[in-house]
């Protein structure tokens, strides 16, 4: 089980990796997402991988340790809010910049220099 | 009563917050002084906060009666409070420059500024390591929807790194967080203290990884050099208000590599004891020569100042790695220094913003600041930024360079250079904005930005500097604790459940 639980953090890790390294907003999202998957098991392994254990005492022989489970709510909860956030400002990015890469520089590069920036950039 | 004075930082701003979100629709002519009086209440909470851990006693506030090292603690320590009060401090300033209409331009600034406020409090005071990840996420979601606060290319464009990255960042951070949970199996930091201190010698390494992780991420938020080239842009693109602000922001990495290292990997932490602090020392130095050469390459005040925030990293963090007691108290002295006189500044470019017209505070001949107080500010603000005397980044500095002692030559070189490469680039801006080109006539349409914020910071420099004696000796104090917690940690673990 530990075999099978570490080959799926490191393939979902991967993936992940890979698409925010695509440096385009929609990639760049899934890859955060799937890294937040990747880190949400880890942690849950943290408490140690068990079967038939609940994470209630008393209720059978052993008992999981409830801490990570908590901590895994946790963080499942703000991952969802910022993948909401990013969502919005990655929208609001396309409209803005009328690109989506990630780098506003990328665009000049390939298309010249871009239309009248509204502030200084450095 | 007074024993719940402690959690009063977090839930003020969190209720202000809700407060301002329920009547979002509200007129502004209500939000504003609603915002203002909860940021002035603030600022005594932490005040009278300060007064309290000034006495040198640990304050431990237990949530929920449930004794360390279960449960959730909150610390108050001269450092916490220390820090409370260099945010109180900037929020009223920064209210009122936002509130001169500013605040027209976007949604909700009073809302998200309370909530700023109170993941800012929560990370200062919290003695729990994945409640620190939470106040984290809860200062950054609220310092995302500010960085694009009035929109724009610039704006949308740094965000996006600024977001990404800290998304990047927070997953980092748990991993480190799980990886020490799993080897020691508490949250609690003094706990943990205790704990990675005799870890078996099989486990080191793990625990090392898990201390690098950490430093990683908070080495991102602090924007130390291959890690923080999201600041300057970030930065130079905010609105004025909100980048003075954000002076604190990049203080609250900072602060975690104080606290959490401090604890975790200090010198009682046995085979762990230091951890990192090589690397750091060079890559804090590499900050420095980078900030300076941004500083002498900006071509507009904010960029300017957005550089000048990551040679205070570059110095903070050098401080830092010097490791001693002394090194701490001129890095603690510097960091207060820099702060509020970095957010001084950014108020400082956000009048210069609003009065030059078209060519905002770029460095081009254009319209020049007529008004002898904008100048004098400005004049001050260099002063103190260079660390020139009487002010107080000479004080910083030269605390800084005594306690690195003749063995540190680098050191030295490097942050006297630094001092005239910022004398140099602070001259250029200086006369081009406010001696080249014609008097400037502010557009009618420019949104109002008022100087009086700007005098409430201003003088804390000097002030810094009068009061040194009490304050050297609070910041002393403060510095021998970070460095030999183990006081804190007795403290923290012998907090009994319904003692507060």
């Given at each position: ?122 | ?27 502004l002519?209500?939000?504003r ?65 936002m509130s001169a209409g500013t605040d027209r331009t976007g949604q909700?600034f ?40 009035g ?296 949104v109002p ?52």
């Open positions: 089980m530990e075999a099978l639980m570490a080959v799926c953090i490191g393939v979902l890790t991967a993936c992940g990796v890979y698409l925010m390294l695509r440096a385009r907003t929609f990639p760049v999202v899934m890859g955060l997402m799937l890294l937040g998957y990747a880190v949400n098991l880890f942690l849950f392994a943290m408490g140690r991988l068990a079967t038939e254990a609940p994470a209630v005492i008393g209720r059978a022989e052993s008992h999981a340790d409830p801490l990570p489970q908590a901590l895994v709510l946790t963080a499942i909860v703000i991952g969802f809010a910022m993948t909401a956030y990013v969502v919005i400002l990655v929208i609001r990015a396309r409209k803005t910049l009328n690109h989506d890469y990630v780098d506003d520089r990328v665009n000049e590069r390939a298309h010249g220099a871009p239309e009248k920036s509204q502030g200084t950039r450095s | 009563m007074s024993a719940h004075l402690l959690i009063l930082p977090i839930l003020l701003p969190l209720l202000a917050g809700a407060v301002l979100l329920l009547f979002s629709g509200a007129r002519a209500w939000k002084p609603l915002n203002l009086f909860a940021c002035v209440l603030l600022l005594g909470v932490a005040l009278a906060l300060l007064v309290k851990a000034a006495g040198g006693e640990t304050q431990v506030y237990v949530l929920g009666d449930w004794a360390p090292p279960f449960g959730i603690v909150l610390v108050l320590d001269r450092f916490s409070a220390l820090l409370l009060v260099v945010t109180a401090v900037l929020a009223v300033p920064v209210t009122l420059a909700n009073h809302a998200l500024l309370q909530f700023q406020l109170m993941g800012l409090n929560g990370a200062f005071l919290t003695g729990d390591l994945f409640n620190l990840f939470v106040f984290f996420e809860v200062l950054l979601i609220a310092s995302y929807a500010l960085l694009v606060f929109g724009g290319r610039a704006r949308v464009a740094a965000s996006m790194h600024y977001v990404f990255l800290n998304l990047v960042g927070s997953a980092v951070f748990i991993i480190a967080v799980g990886l020490l949970y799993g080897l020691t199996g508490t949250l609690n930091m003094a706990d943990m203290a205790q704990r990675l201190a005799t870890l078996p010698a099989e486990d080191v390494a793990l625990a090392r990884a898990a201390g690098l992780l950490l430093l990683l991420v908070f080495a991102m938020k602090a924007a130390l050099l291959p890690l923080g080239m999201w600041l300057p842009a970030a930065y130079a693109s905010a609105a004025a208000p909100i980048a003075a602000l954000f002076a604190i922001m990049s203080k609250v990495g900072i602060y975690a590599i104080f606290r959490v290292h401090g604890l975790l990997f200090g010198d009682h932490a046995g085979a762990l004891a230091g951890l990192g602090q090589t690397l750091i020392w060079w890559l804090a130095l590499g900050t420095l020569v980078l900030g300076v050469c941004g500083m002498l390459g900006a071509r507009s005040l904010r960029s300017l100042l957005a550089w000048q925030v990551m040679v205070s990293v570059g110095t903070l963090l050098a401080g830092w790695s010097l490791g001693t007691a002394a090194a701490w108290r001129g890095a603690l002295f510097y960091l207060v220094h820099s702060t509020w006189l970095t957010a001084a500044m950014f108020l400082v470019a956000g009048v210069v913003v609003s009065r030059r017209g078209i060519a905002e505070d770029g460095f081009m001949i254009s319209q020049r600041i007529a008004s002898p107080a904008v100048g004098l500010a400005f004049l001050a603000g260099a002063v103190a930024l260079i660390g020139l005397p009487p002010l107080s980044g000479f004080v910083g500095k030269a605390l800084l360079l005594q306690a690195a002692g003749t063995a540190e030559a680098l050191f030295w070189i490097l942050l006297l250079v630094a001092g005239l490469a910022a004398l140099l680039a602070f001259t250029r801006a200086g006369s081009t904005l406010f001696w080249r080109g014609e008097p400037s006539t502010p557009r009618s349409s420019a930005m008022p100087m009086a914020p700007v005098w409430m910071l201003l003088p804390l420099s000097l002030l810094l500097v009068l009061a040194g004696d009490p304050i050297l000796t609070y910041l002393g104090a403060t510095a021998e604790v970070l460095k030999t917690p183990q006081a804190l940690i007795d403290a923290v673990l012998g907090a009994r459940a319904g003692g507060s």
